[in-house]
């Protein structure tokens, strides 16, 4: 009844399918590296799970890694949190950073999970909850789609557990009948399981999440039986800060999570950073053309995110409108994989202002009225009198018209 893993029906391609992987992981003695995942199954996904996409780095990762590991885990916590930050193993493994930020907060992130309580990532949109969770589940787990998406519609069953109807008419409750959640799944296997966006869920359905975080077991009244969590098993849930009004946790199910809160990156230069290597990773995953960075126009709008956002010029003289939008990380990172392809495809293969305007002000301009105004208020008292921005300003004054 367990669906198989990913069963590749492409044939394969000549060479494509050698495990690039097996050059740097000699047989290490004991290591437990996953056989159940072919290497490079899914790499023909237009946006494979992190388990594929960093196999090589979680490989070397388990090699090099002698430090304890918590009962199922693939790897030791500080290895995990290696991962997620990036470092450069005895071997010359180099493991690249997925997550920029504070290290005391990914540490605390990767404790938490091998303690009996659940982990809750809080933080306004954009500033890579769902991305540190999925990375977390994959070098935790080796598996990052134990998942359930949270929305208003979210019913109990995704939770604990559905039936198969025909089973269930032809032969009555049974446990060939049953259809586990992928939280049920996760218990069951001591995994790490996921659940995004927490606080959109109705608040019944959260309240099914009490009883499996404090008591560790799912039962089943229908067979008088209960699905008991194995250890390795544990919780992340993403919740966003901006989702007011939408159902708040319940003091019970709050008291069950260790909250950790995802800031905004500290500097302009980490959001560069953070940037420009996003944007490297997609337009590779999506065979862009490849065109000049253009590390200034990156920079530019990163410039412009961060003063709308902050709603203050950078040097603190010039007090701003904020636009009502979010202005994230994620939502340069789109604008500037835009700009690049537009860049590749119609422009000189460069980056170059008139290649991010228009990204920048759909971004900015989310409400016609006030957000309209808040810009070309910026426009006309920042972009226009800044050094080395007329360029910029002459293609935003095109793309606003
Ligand atoms: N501090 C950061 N470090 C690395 N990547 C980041 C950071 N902040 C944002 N990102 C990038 O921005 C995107 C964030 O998207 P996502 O995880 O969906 O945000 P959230 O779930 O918080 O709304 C990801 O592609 C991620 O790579
Ligand atoms: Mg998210």
Redesign the pocket.
């Known amino acids: 009844m367990t669906v198989p893993a990913t069963t590749p029906t492409t044939p394969a391609t000549p060479g494509a399918a050698t495990a690039p992987a097996a050059a740097n992981t000699p047989p290490a003695p004991g290591a437990a590296t996953g056989a159940a995942r072919a290497p490079g199954a899914g790499a023909e996904a237009l946006r494979p799970h992190a388990e594929d996409a960093f196999a090589d780095e979680l490989a070397a990762l388990a090699a090099a890694d002698d430090r304890p590991r918590p009962a199922r885990w693939r790897l030791s916590p500080w290895a995990v949190a290696t991962y997620l930050q990036g470092g450069v193993l005895p071997d010359g493994t180099v493991i690249t950073p997925k997550y920029v930020g504070p290290r005391r907060l990914v540490e605390v992130a990767v404790t938490t999970l091998a303690t009996d309580r659940a982990l809750l990532l809080l933080g306004v ?1 954009g500033t890579a ?2 991305w540190v969770s999925e990375h977390l589940a994959a070098a935790v787990s080796g598996d990052s789609t134990l998942l359930v998406q949270g929305t208003a519609g979210t019913p109990e069953e995704a939770v604990r557990y559905g039936w198969n109807y025909a089973q269930l008419l032809a032969h009555g409750p049974s446990r060939d009948a049953l259809v586990p959640s992928p939280l049920m799944r996760a218990m069951s296997e001591g995994m790490t399981a996921r659940v ?2 927490l606080t959109r869920i109705p608040a019944d359905v959260q309240d099914a999440l009490i009883t499996i975080l404090s008591e560790k077991t799912l039962p089943v009244p229908e067979l008088g039986q209960e699905v008991q969590a194995v250890r390795g098993f544990n919780l992340i849930a ?1 919740a966003n800060d901006r989702d007011r009004g939408v159902n708040e946790l319940s003091s019970a199910l709050r008291r069950r999570f260790n909250t950790v809160v995802l800031p905004l990156p500290a500097t302009a230069q980490d959001e560069v950073d953070i940037v420009s290597r996003r944007v490297d990773q997609i337009g590779r995953s999506l065979d862009l053309p490849v065109a000049q960075e253009g590390p200034a126009e990156i920079r530019r709008v990163v410039t412009v995110f961060r003063e709308l956002r902050e709603g203050m010029t950078t040097d603190g003289r010039t007090k701003l409108k904020s636009p009502s939008g979010t202005l994230s990380t994620a939502e340069a990172i789109s604008v500037v994989t835009n700009g690049l392809a537009l860049a590749a495809h119609f422009g000189d293969g460069v980056l170059r202002p008139d290649d991010v305007a228009a990204g920048i002000l759909g971004a900015v301009v989310r409400d016609p009225g006030t957000d309209r105004v808040a810009w070309q208020e910026y426009l006309e008292t920042v972009v226009r009198e800044r050094d080395g921005w007329k360029d910029f300003y002459r293609a935003c004054r095109e793309v606003s018209a």
Request: no cysteine.
């Open positions: 949109p909850k769902t995004e966006e993403t």
